[in-house]
């Protein structure tokens, strides 16, 4: 495929995500941060619709709202225009229904890692049997069986990215946020990570908005791939990744070393330098 018909080629993103009142929209989203009599425009216009079981990686250059855009939509910063709605109402306050896991695990260090999944069951006032229950299929789920009596300070980064992703999945959220999760950990854990995360999607089939620097990272894990742009933050590019299977059987290195791949990443990769300029 050459490189300058490989747009026209990609299916659109938005098309795919348009179906249904399910899910999450973002309807004219802007965003302005105002300190005395300065004020900086972030966001602007963000209009995205997002299906239920949507797993979306977003691309962008540092500074262009990427996590501020996942800021409104957990609802912990109201926007200064728009409105994010989730199954068709509008969605102003954190709440169960948004999960977040963020580059760092920040699990309390004083509880077990099946404390630390409880813990926001019990805030949720679960009975304590539900909330053992619930614990145990979610460690399972993640592969952390056998680690529910330890400590954080006893894991591994890999081990505590996975407890945290456990703690939020184990509230049963419709959407999952994440802010480049992956992000601190080496090569390896990153990889076995990915593959993890992929296979408990296709599991759970939860809405995922996954934030990343690394393009590999996208075409890897992303059914539909995002990339915004700076000067104020906006979309300029929403396609479905042709490279996403649904399937457990992955092998990345095979991906990696298909030709569609590299045209792929070389795309992005123009597109982001682009937005950088
Ligand atoms: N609380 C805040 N007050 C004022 N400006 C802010 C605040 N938070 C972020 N900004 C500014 O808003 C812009 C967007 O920041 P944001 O963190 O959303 O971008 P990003 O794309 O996630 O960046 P990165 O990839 O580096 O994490 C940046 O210019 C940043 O300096």
Redesign the pocket.
Known sequence: MAMHSLHHQLESGAEHGAEGRNGISLEGIDLT?S?GSSS?E?LKGIDLRLQPDEFVCVL????????????IIAGYLPPTGGTVRISGKAHTEPDAQVGVVFQHANLFPWLTIAGNIEFGLKMAKLPRTERRKRAATYLELVGLAQAGALLPHQLSGGMKQRAAIARTLATDPSIVLM??PFSALDALTRESMQLHLRSIWLKTRKCVFF?T?DVDEALLLGRRILI?Q?GP?RIVQDFVNPLFQETEEVSFNRIRSEREFIELRSFLISQIAQAHA
């Open positions: 941060y300190q900086l972030v962008g250059p540092s500074g262009c709202g990427k996590s501020s855009l996942l800021h802010d480049e934030i620097h915004m700076p933050g």
